[in-house]
């Protein structure tokens, strides 16, 4: 047999008898090359008690090539695209080893979510937002991986300031970590909603970080 | 002015410029310097102030210099030199740093370098201490593999327990061969690496060259690979070598003189390797000969070029300047009454005068002559006029690249052509070589012509820069001339008397070339060339 089918067929055989480390690995489609792999947001951490799913490509050169990973669950983290999914770990790269296996790669992940790296960043405005302001920050990870992770619902204060939501229950704003009220400001100006979003993320208006930009500054930017 | 003059001046700035954790590649060098200097008197006379002296290296060459490098190493503390070779690597084959550090926290440096404790202990100690506790069978002090057949062993990496050929580094981690080898060959030729650690979680150990000739017993290609990564490695570490950067080609060009960056703000070390003579910059990717224009400054130009020249060309074609503020305006409307985004200034796109002129119930700009838009069109060709200047440069930069390369396509024909007169008439090949010679010379003098439009972009206005384009004005008229000849038809009767003009104007040709690029060499050692522009190295 094919030293990388054995090889992933072990792997995915050991988690499933492995009821220990909270990682499973189930197949997609019914290529063994192609793998969804999940695990739990880990506790004390704003991913607690969300459930987060992984896409894993085996590629050809496995395990002598590093896996290819990337998040299927929206996760609101430093070192992972808010947009793509897609990871920012050493391991992954150039610090890959082939004795790393799917699992202790995904415990990896895991241990990624507990400690961020903001200085190496994978989304440069999620970076912002934590460098910026650490609490706000918090607060809207745990908005998403409420709402995209299953976690639980967020605080009665986080809520309160967030309200109105929107049909689907998901609130843009509070998805983009932003204050209702400063989005009325530049919305009343007649600006759209979204547009008014967007440059706010990209100026990463949030916490104490509002009082150092001044308002013509997002005008000026909202007209470009 | 003497090349002798050069080479004094050279030796004083290199031990000037160069830094103190640096000296070993300094002392080096200078002894070279100093061979060349002694025995090589002829090839002084010979060589032109815009040359510079280099020597090709072949692979075997270069691995030479790294065996000494490694023996001076293993004479030194008594090591494996395949673990001095490992530190050496480690420090990107500075032998001061390796001493200075190894003296310092021997077991630290090993551990960072990834050398076995086991290869380190002086050779003297036969059979070194054995620190292993686990069932390292064969504790071969040669360290580097064991090669065992015990009971059912299952390879951490692939899962197969049918394996009975495993291989450990001297950290006793073992794989099967099989997985050692496509780790090696993935590491080797997928990410070009050499440094080729165990597999085994945070064991940094690295393996050492007859380790991995071991595991690739059957793939010699990729061993050679490997080897080749070695040396590409020791010759990017070393400032006085440089790798021939065509494809396919391994040869090594040695240019003690280009080491120091000091020295490029007087020479321009275009050099070539030996077998195939590929002619390349010694101190800057750009792949061109480009004498006469120092590395730095051609480096300047060929950024702006990038950058600006087609973006200059679109502004030129597209935009124009607002007559208050200078703003960059492109125009995306039909109307001619422009408000400038920035200060509000509103104008006619026509005549570039104040709208306030125009009247409002109508449109027709018949206002050329007033003094106001006068003004405003003069402030605008004043902005305008240093995007026009770097045009000029640029075009006729560009210009010769593309002439160059027309030269060779007719070249390419023309050969043809004397080829079937070789067989009609009664000339000798060597007789109708002339136009071989004469067509490298123009493509010579055509690039020495590009780079003089870089450079006189770049050239402060004053005598000196007159000069230069005097110099550069006699060379391109002669270049023309030559080429002009080259695309005159050819037949048998006039043959002779064509050959006797090509001939003529070639020589002439060559000389306007030499006289250039000579001029600007001692131009750069007397001190006499002023840039418009900051310069690194320049005041």
Redesign the interface.
């Known amino acids: 047999m094919d ?1 990388r089918l ?2 992933i067929n ?1 792997e995915i055989a050991d988690c499933k008898s492995d009821k220990t480390s909270n990682v499973q690995i189930e197949l997609i489609d019914n290529s063994p090359y192609h793998l969804k792999g999940s695990f739990q947001g880990p506790e004390d951490t704003p991913y607690a008690g969300g459930q987060f799913d992984v896409d894993i490509v085996v590629p050809e ?1 496995y ?3 590093p896996v290819k990973m990337k998040f299927i669950t929206k996760v609101y983290h430093p070192n992972i695209s808010s947009v793509s999914g897609a990871i920012c770990l050493d391991i992954l790269k ?1 610090a890959w ?4 296996t799917l699992k202790s790669t995904l415990i990896s992940l895991q241990s990624l979510l507990c400690s961020p790296e903001p200085n190496d960043p994978q989304d440069a405005e999620v970076a912002k937002h934590y460098i910026t302001s650490k609490p706000s920050f918090t607060e809207t990870a745990r908005y998403w991986t409420h709402i995209y992770a299953g976690g639980p619902e967020v605080s009665a204060n986080v809520k309160s300031s967030k309200v109105p939501q929107n049909n689907a229950g998901q609130d843009e704003i509070a998805m983009a970590g932003l204050e209702k009220a400063h989005v009325d400001q530049f919305e009343s100006l007649g600006f759209p909603r979204n547009k008014v979003i967007e440059v706010l993320k990209k100026l990463n208006y949030r916490g104490a970080n509002v009082a150092k930009i001044n308002e013509d500054r997002v005008v000026e930017e909202l007209l470009k | 002015m003497s090349s002798d003059y050069e080479y004094s001046d050279e030796d004083g700035d290199y031990y000037d410029d160069e830094l103190m954790d640096e000296d070993d590649q300094d002392s080096a060098p200078s002894e070279e310097e100093m061979d060349i200097d002694a025995f090589d008197g002829p090839i002084k006379e010979k060589r032109k102030a815009y040359q510079v002296d280099f020597i090709t290296l072949s692979k075997q060459d270069v691995e030479k210099a790294m065996d000494e490098n490694i023996e001076y190493i293993t004479g030194l503390f008594g090591i494996e030199p395949e673990a001095a070779s490992l530190l050496l690597r480690h420090f990107e084959w500075n032998k001061e740093k390796v001493t200075e550090k190894y003296i310092d926290n021997q077991s630290g440096v090993n551990a960072a370098a990834g050398v076995s404790a086991k290869t380190t202990p002086p050779r003297s100690a036969t059979s070194g201490p054995s620190r292993s506790t686990r069932r390292t069978a064969p504790a071969s002090s040669r360290s580097k593999k064991s090669l065992s057949v015990e009971g059912p062993f299952v390879c951490p990496i692939c899962f197969d327990d049918t394996q009975t050929r495993t291989l450990a580094l001297a950290c006793s981690h073992k794989f099967c061969t099989e997985c050692w080898m496509a780790y090696a060959t993935n590491k080797i030729k997928s990410e070009g690496e050499f440094k080729i650690t165990c597999m085994a979680e945070e064991c940094n150990l690295v393996a050492t060259d007859s380790f991995i000739q071991s595991i690739l017993t059957t793939d010699p290609s990729t061993f050679d690979r490997y080897k080749e990564l070695l040396v590409r490695y020791f010759v990017s570490c070393n400032r006085e070598l440089k790798f021939c950067p065509y494809p396919e080609c391994a040869q090594t060009v040695s240019c003690p003189a280009a080491a120091s960056k000091f020295a490029l703000t007087t020479i321009i070390p275009i050099v070539n390797c030996e077998e195939q003579k590929h002619k390349f910059c010694f101190a800057c990717p750009i792949e061109d000969d480009h004498r006469p224009l120092i590395c730095t400054v051609s480096k300047l130009w060929s950024q702006k070029c990038r950058d600006d020249s087609e973006t200059a060309n679109w502004i030129k074609s597209n935009t124009k300047e607002c007559s208050k503020c200078q703003s960059t305006i492109e125009k995306d409307g039909g109307c001619n009454h422009m408000t400038c985004k920035k200060c509000k200034y509103e104008f006619c796109w026509v005549c570039m005068g104040p709208w306030s002129e125009h009247g409002t119930a109508w449109y027709s700009c018949n206002r050329y002559d007033e003094k106001d838009s006068i003004d405003a069109r003069d402030a605008q060709s004043k902005s305008r006029a240093s995007l026009e200047r770097y045009l000029h440069y640029y075009n006729r930069w560009a210009n010769h690249e593309q002439s160059a390369k027309l030269s060779m396509d007719l070249y390419a024909k023309t050969e043809k052509k004397m080829e079937e007169m070789q067989l009609t008439s009664a000339l000798t090949w060597i007789e109708v070589q002339f136009m071989r010679k004469a067509v490298d010379e123009v493509f010579r003098c055509r690039m020495t012509l590009k780079w003089t439009y870089a450079m006189a972009y770049y050239l402060q206005k004053g005598n000196q820069k007159e000069i230069f384009e005097d110099n550069q004005r006699d060379l391109e008229k002669a270049v023309e001339d030559l080429s002009e000849l080259l695309e005159q038809p050819i037949d048998a009767e006039t043959i002779g008397l064509l050959r006797q003009k090509v001939t003529d104007k070639t020589v002439y040709v060559q000389k306007r070339n030499e006289k250039v690029l000579e001029d600007s060499a001692a131009g750069y050692l007397e001190g006499r060339w002023k840039w418009n522009v900051t310069v690194e190295g320049f005041d």
């Open positions: 030293a054995r090889r072990k050169a395990p002598f090539q150039d080893s082939p004795i790393f």
